[in-house]
Each structure stands twice: as C-alpha cells, then as structure tokens.
C-alpha cells in the first residue's frame, strides 16, 4: 500500500522558536496533501489543505501566518509551526491523496508530536 | 455542510466474538465515499475499509465488513472473531467524490476494548 513518511516524530522545542514538520509519500505522487492536529481523545481537525505549485487552503479558524504550508513538490510538503507557544502542543497529522488505481484514498503519515515548553 | 455521527464513544467485545459500530452521515451529495480508519495507541491513522456510495454491495475485508444504507445514511463497521489487536480508536469517515482530492470529515470516534 501507499506509505507517507513524517519527520520528525517527536519534536520539543523552546516557546518562541519555529519548528518544521516534513511528511513525504515514499512511493506515490501526490498532488495534495492535508494537514491535521489531533488533541487527546479527540477527532482529527483538518488544518489546511496543501496543493503541489500552489498556495495551501486553510480551515477557518486556522491562522495560516502562524502555520505555514509549502508543498514544493509531488513527494513533499512541509507544516511550519512559527513561534511556537505551549498551547500550539499537539499531535500532527499528514495525509496524502493517492489517486492511483486501488485508491482515490488518503494515506496518513505516522503523526509528529509537539511540544512546546 | 456534511456531518458525520458515531453515537458511541466507548464498545467492549470479547475475544473471537463479533461487535458493530455505528455511524451515521449527513450530505445532500449522491456521490461519495464512506470510510473506517483505525488508530491504535501509536496513533497511526490505518485504513480499514472503504465503500463507494453508488455500489450496493457492502465493502468487505476479512474479518471486517460494513452494513451501509444509503437511504438512511448509515454506515456501520462489523468486526467479526474479535482480537486483542483490533483495540483501537475508530473514526468513520466521509469524503465527497468531486473527481480531484477533497477532504475527509470524520466523526468522533469510537473506543474499542477488546477484553479475554
């Protein structure tokens, strides 16, 4: 099946500073990839939606100054957290959407945990 | 907008016997896809099943099978022989069919213990 790999899977970082989460599909393109936050025992939240060449869509509610999304090819985007504070603490999610012949489904990377002291 | 309900939040079953989870949606589309996915402790989000909404037949993947009624918009998960392993999180999932990438809409999710 379509593997999406993230990285890293843990992070801890100062308040203050930027983190950089990367989620790759190891053995698919993907034209779009979505971002998700996840709090403890709770639902997937969807970020934003991350489109190869172009500007990334995000959910109401989600500043998209405060998480930056760069999708700079088929196999790659990034979720950059910028000054990060404690309350941005949560597990991160990647999918990507696999549109190949036993697919046209979503494919979740293994989540990265932040936090943020 | 569409929603998607799972009415459960915690179901025990025993091991090697059959349980059912429940989920309903809501959507004015007639076109869509319908999911389970799993995420055990490590938090890896893993596919289960999947059902396209214009195949009656109900999806079926070894031990697990799903009941979906269209005209009611329900779409439930049967796991039969129950195993330690399938304790886990479970999310339904609904996804419009638009012809490019759309996203999920998943419900609450449903505990799962799985007891000897």
């Known amino acids: 099946g379509a593997v999406v790999s993230q990285h890293p899977s843990w992070v801890i970082c100062k308040s203050g500073t930027s983190v950089k989460i990367e989620c790759r599909s190891l053995?698919?393109?993907?034209?779009?990839m979505f971002w998700y936050r996840q709090f403890p025992k709770q639902s997937l939240m969807l970020m934003a939606t991350s489109n190869e060449g172009s500007k990334a869509t995000y959910e109401q509610g989600v500043e998209k100054d405060k998480f930056l999304i760069n999708h700079a090819s088929l196999t790659l985007s990034t979720l950059t957290v910028t000054s990060a504070h404690p309350e941005d603490s949560s597990f991160y999610i990647c999918s990507a959407f696999s549109r190949g012949p036993s697919s046209k489904t979503q494919y979740f990377g293994p989540g990265t945990r932040l936090l943020v002291l | 907008a569409q929603t998607v309900t799972q009415s459960q939040p915690e179901m025990s079953v025993q091991e090697a016997e059959t349980v059912t989870l429940s989920c309903t949606y809501d959507t004015s589309e007639s076109d869509y896809y319908l999911f389970w996915y799993k995420q055990p402790p490590s938090r890896q989000m893993i596919l289960v099943i999947r059902q396209e909404a214009y195949k009656q037949q109900n999806a079926t993947e070894n031990r697990f099978s799903v009941n979906f009624q269209k005209a009611a918009k329900s779409f439930s998960l049967k796991i039969s022989d129950s195993q330690l392993g399938d304790a886990a999180m479970y999310f339904c999932a609904y996804r419009r069919e638009t012809g490019t990438a759309s996203k999920l809409t998943f419900g609450t999710g449903t505990r799962l213990q799985v007891t000897l």
């Open positions: 053995d698919f393109q993907a034209t779009t």
